[in-house]
């Protein structure tokens, strides 16, 4: 989930280091941090930037996380858009609504765009009667997509939980023509997040907390699920006095 209201064109202090686990997503995020920090460099050099990096996987699995921590490694500004806010009753509404995130971007200097749940705005088009205004709001995506330049400085980051239902036109060679699973944690990557967090908020923890005999007991669980057990655990005893 994003919150607009705070990650609008705001540096990100957030780095990998407050990931766990998702050791691929992160190595092929990793990939682009020396190009968001030196763009014209790379550009300048010929070299062929992505401008798109698709994030597949269900909620609370550490999309928005990492798409904040990219931006933070490369010392540059987030900016984070959900689908469902392109979409307004309104005619007009959605394009300008992708018109006016690019260009503050590019007027940043660059950074990472994050959007959230991208098949709410790229769903294929024209699959259910009168979408006009979606399809439009997604064709001016595109061609923001493709107008900005390798020396922008600006990487696209999308998640979605179901890659199957983007309309093609997103995925052709040079958009997110890059796709990455994030599945849910194993159970050393659920160890690993409760250590995390547990230390990152020093909760206090009894002696006889096993935080990995707990990630065994939760299969299935994801990241912000483990977050929120934590959570839990430091509310209820001041509760219980
Ligand atoms: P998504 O975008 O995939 O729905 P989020 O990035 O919003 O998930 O995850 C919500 C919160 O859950 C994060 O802010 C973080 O605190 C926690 N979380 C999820 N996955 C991880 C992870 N792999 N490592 C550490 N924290 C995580």
Redesign the pocket.
């Known amino acids: 989930?994003?919150d607009i209201a705070t990650s609008d064109g705001a540096r990100s202090t957030t780095t990998f280091k407050?990931?766990?686990?998702?050791a691929a997503a992160i190595a092929d995020l990793g990939e682009v941090v020396e190009f968001l920090r030196e763009p014209r460099r790379f550009a300048g050099m010929g070299a062929k930037i992505p401008k798109g990096i698709l994030?597949e996987?269900?909620?609370?699995?550490?999309?928005?996380?990492?798409?904040?921590a990219l931006a933070g490694e490369a010392k540059t500004n987030f900016f984070a858009m959900s689908g469902p806010d392109f979409s307004a009753m309104f005619l007009g509404v959605g394009t300008m609504r992708v018109k006016s995130l690019f260009r503050r971007a590019r007027k940043a200097g660059g950074g990472v765009i994050f959007i959230?749940e991208i098949d709410s705005l790229g769903g294929k088009r024209g699959r259910q009667n009168g979408h006009v205004e979606d399809d439009r709001t997604l064709n001016q995506f595109l061609v923001e997509l493709d107008g900005f330049d390798a020396s922008a400085g600006i990487i696209v980051i999308a998640?979605t939980n179901r890659a199957s239902d983007l309309d093609p036109a997103l995925l052709r060679k040079g958009r997110f023509d890059r796709s990455v699973t994030?599945g849910l944690?194993t159970v050393d990557?659920r160890a690993?997040?409760l250590e995390?967090?547990a230390s990152k908020r020093r909760i206090p923890l009894g002696t006889d907390v096993e935080l990995g005999r707990l990630a065994r007991l939760m299969p299935g669980a994801?990241?912000?699920d483990?977050?929120g057990l934590l959570d839990e655990a430091a509310i209820l005893p001041v509760r219980g006095g």
């Open positions: 989930p994003v407050d990931v766990a686990g998702n994030l996987g269900p909620p609370g699995t550490g999309k928005t996380l990492m798409a904040r959230d998640a994030v944690p990557e690993a997040i995390l967090h994801s990241g912000a483990l977050e």
